[in-house]
């Protein structure tokens, strides 16, 4: 014979085979309660691909963890029902005397052939009748009977697992489910309880309509509770509360599984409440200001309840007792319960956490798993509130490529709700924003196999805060205070990276202090930074030797700054050692000012030299006087310095006895043509220079096209010349733009410009 769940099973099949309402309304159950393929394994009808044992087993499932969809299904069955559902009891009543009686078929009643005794229910009255043979009735019960009212339990002695309040994750020594926490509306269902009414808790799925109910029946000191299960048949209730009377709670957990063809209606809920009975039931606010407004016998059933309205979201005085609970899951319930409420954390908290970790979601939602961690690392680092999917996007992406899922895909099943209540990620205040579930975050801080932050989440999360650009709803403030306490004991470590990634990211003293913590432990880059820090200010000495690891690392701006402070320090000390009356410094000193363009300086000092009877300074001497442009003068210096054996001064020499260069020499000299980049513009300059002009130009714009200012700055002056004038200052911004002094001048973006930058 068949089983409940198989009986529930077939009609629903066939319903949804004859009826296509029937079909809609199962299938939106199905879709409600977010099981993933159920939709598919029921409606579509895959011949051989979907057993029918594999049907049973979703409503087993469903039974276990979505027990309001599993009491529509059963509403939904009962309408579309051929016949009562099974149990495999059959019982038979035998009516003998003068009007006996027989009756086949399913009448839900007995009635004595003398009329002496009558069940109500459904029946078939034959007390009227005229029979002449002996009768028989038989019935067929299918429902089981309803225990004994003296059966039904003291309300003090039922637990709240009994009311069906989910437990939460077993913790060793403490109860499974936490101790219960006072809720705003108590005093107001204490109050309708104290009636005899049906009173609904109005809630969302794991709003802790349950826990509160348990709670509410608990002020009804002396009466007993029965708590029938869903789609169980009521009408044998009054009844048995008419045979034994006494004060009673019927417990109707989800209030649409108990309405129905056999289930609560205005004349048996008008019996219970006439014998004593309080009927107390739970139903979600959106199925009960739908049902409110019909007008079929179940619509009129939730009209008359009397309703207590439970929040999801819990009020500050709810969670302020919560804080204050004497249990060690109570403070981070306080702290990360969130919107989506305490009873839902606490009910399928762990659920969601499991269903993140387990392997099976790495398998088929891989990108979905990395993005539900990086909405809990973003928890980890300090993050309280929801943040932009762009930015879950960019932190995710810091752990691994991944390809086999888009960002998109992975969003919708992280957002999508699961268990009945949420998902894994949950929607902020403004659109487009989300933030971990909260027990998701408790769990991993809890977890030991969770891994740490990867650096670079926490550098993104940084660069994020500190954009002005971005919104991305972050305090930067504790993001840094976060990353600093999960850090530090790297940079204590000797972690130069670390050290280096605050200093880019803090200011003031602390900025210096993460340098010189990254510096001193030999980081190159920040060595650099650091030596940049100290020139800034002055304090050249003490920039050596972070600027000798920098410029020793490959840094050639390093290796620069190093010599120009070199060099500075070189003419300080020659300086004072020709004051002392040194003959090579003074040369030293000539040639240092002769190389930085002050010829004056170098001739002073070439001078002094000569001026002593220092003979080595010969070549350094006609070196001066080549560029002076005293080629005959250069030559007696420089034959006395080859004469001393100063080779290099030979080739000055032989410049010296050239004389003055052709043009055609330096036309050959600049050839555009080779590897040299500037040429363009030098030939272009000899042209000008020849009266070629439209020869000129042609160069000037391909010195311009190499990335050459000075090109068209040439160009500008040129056209100015011609009197081009729109023209000349369109050429002088370009060069302007590449950040040619001269160009920027004749724009009057330089105050007080020589009058010699033009030729």
Request: with cysteine; proline share 5%; charged share 25%.
């Amino acid at each position: 014979m068949a089983t409940e769940l198989e009986w529930l099973r077939d009609v629903l099949l066939r319903a949804i085979r004859d009826s296509s309402v029937a079909a809609e309304q199962i299938s939106e159950v199905l879709a409600r309660s977010g099981l993933p393929g159920l939709v598919e394994a029921w409606i579509l009808h895959r011949p051989g691909e979907v057993s029918a044992g594999e049907r049973l087993a979703s409503l087993v499932v469903l039974r276990t963890t979505h027990p309001k969809e599993f009491a529509d299904l059963w509403a939904i069955a009962a309408m579309y029902a051929p016949a009562r559902r099974p149990t495999g009891r059959t019982s038979g009543v035998t009516a003998r005397g003068s009007r006996s009686v027989a009756a086949g078929g399913d009448i839900g009643v007995a009635v004595t052939g003398d009329g002496s005794t009558h069940v109500a229910g459904d029946h078939i009255d034959f007390r009227d009748a005229t029979f002449h043979d002996p009768v028989v009735g038989v019935q067929h019960n299918h429902y089981g009977t309803v225990p004994a009212p003296a059966q039904w339990r003291q309300v003090g002695e039922v637990g709240p697992r009994e009311f069906g309040v989910r437990p939460t994750r077993p913790v060793p020594g403490l109860p499974d489910v936490p101790p219960y926490v006072p809720r705003d509306c108590d005093e107001d269902l204490r109050a309708e309880l104290a009636g005899n009414s049906l009173v609904l808790i109005l809630g969302e799925p794991c709003a802790g309509t349950s826990y509160t109910a348990w709670n509410g029946v608990r002020s009804l000191e002396g009466h007993r509770l029965y708590a029938p299960a869903a789609g169980e048949d009521l009408r044998p209730l009054a009844a048995a509360l008419r045979s034994s009377p006494g004060k009673y709670v019927v417990w109707l957990d989800e209030l649409t599984g108990h309405l129905g063809a056999r289930g609560l209606d205005p004349s048996l809920l008008g019996s219970l409440n006439d014998l004593g009975a309080v009927v107390l039931a739970t139903m979600s606010p959106a199925e009960y200001y739908r049902r409110r407004k019909g007008a079929a016998p179940g619509d009129l059933v939730v009209a008359a309840a009397r309703k207590v309205e439970l929040a999801r979201e819990w009020s500050e005085a709810e969670l302020a007792r919560l804080a204050a609970l004497d249990d060690p899951r109570a403070y981070p319930a306080y702290m990360w319960s969130g919107r989506e409420g305490v009873a839902s954390y606490f009910a399928v908290g762990h659920h969601l956490y499991d269903e993140w970790r387990r392997v099976g979601t790495q398998l088929e939602h891989p990108r979905g798993q990395l993005l539900v961690r990086a909405a809990v690392d973003l928890a980890r680092c300090g993050v309280t509130g929801a943040v932009p999917a762009e930015l879950l996007r960019r932190v995710q992406e810091q752990y691994r490529a991944e390809d086999r899922e888009s960002f998109e895909d992975a969003l919708a099943w992280a957002t999508a709700p699961m268990f009945g209540a949420s998902g894994l990620l949950v929607a902020g205040e403004e659109d487009g924003t989300w933030r971990a579930y909260g027990a998701l975050v408790t769990e991993a801080l809890r977890s030991d196999d969770l891994e740490p932050v990867p650096d670079e989440v926490w550098w993104t999360l940084l660069d994020a805060a500190r954009d002005e650009d971005e919104d991305c709803n972050l305090d930067g403030d504790a993001v840094y205070d976060a990353a600093r306490t999960a850090l530090q004991p790297r940079i204590d470590a000797g972690d130069p990276t670390v050290a280096l990634a605050f200093a880019l990211r803090s200011e003031g003293v602390e900025h210096e202090t993460w340098l010189r913590r990254a510096a001193d432990a030999g980081h190159p880059e920040g060595a650099w930074e650091l030596a940049q820090l100290l020139l800034d200010r002055g304090d050249a000495d003490d920039a050596v030797p972070y600027l000798e690891v920098a410029a020793k690392s490959g840094n050639g701006d390093a290796a620069t700054a190093l010599g120009k402070h070199l060099r500075d320090q070189a003419q300080w000390w020659l300086e004072k050692a020709a004051g002392g009356g040194n003959l090579e410094a003074e040369h030293l000193l000539g040639d240092l000012f002769l190389g930085s363009g002050d010829y004056e300086a170098a001739h002073s000092h070439y001078s002094e030299a000569e001026l002593r009877g220092y003979a080595k300074v010969a070549r350094s001497m006609g070196a001066w006087l080549l560029l002076e442009n005293a080629g005959k003068a250069a030559e007696v210096w420089l034959e006395r310095a080859v004469a001393a054996g100063d080779a290099s001064a030979g080739g000055l020499l032989s410049d010296a006895r050239r004389g003055p260069q052709t043009a055609g020499e330096a036309d050959t000299y600049f050839d555009d043509t080779g590897p040299y980049p500037l040429d363009s513009t030098h030939r272009g300059v000899l042209l000008e220079k020849q009266g070629q002009l439209d020869a000129a130009r042609e160069k000037y714009e391909k010195g311009y096209e190499k990335g050459d200012a000075y090109a068209a700055y040439r160009l500008a002056a040129l056209l100015e010349k011609q009197e081009r004038a729109g023209d000349a200052k369109a050429w002088y911004r370009k060069a302007a733009d590449m950040g040619h002094y001269a160009a920027l001048g004749a724009l009057g973006e330089i105050p007080d410009t020589p009058d010699t930058v033009k030729e």
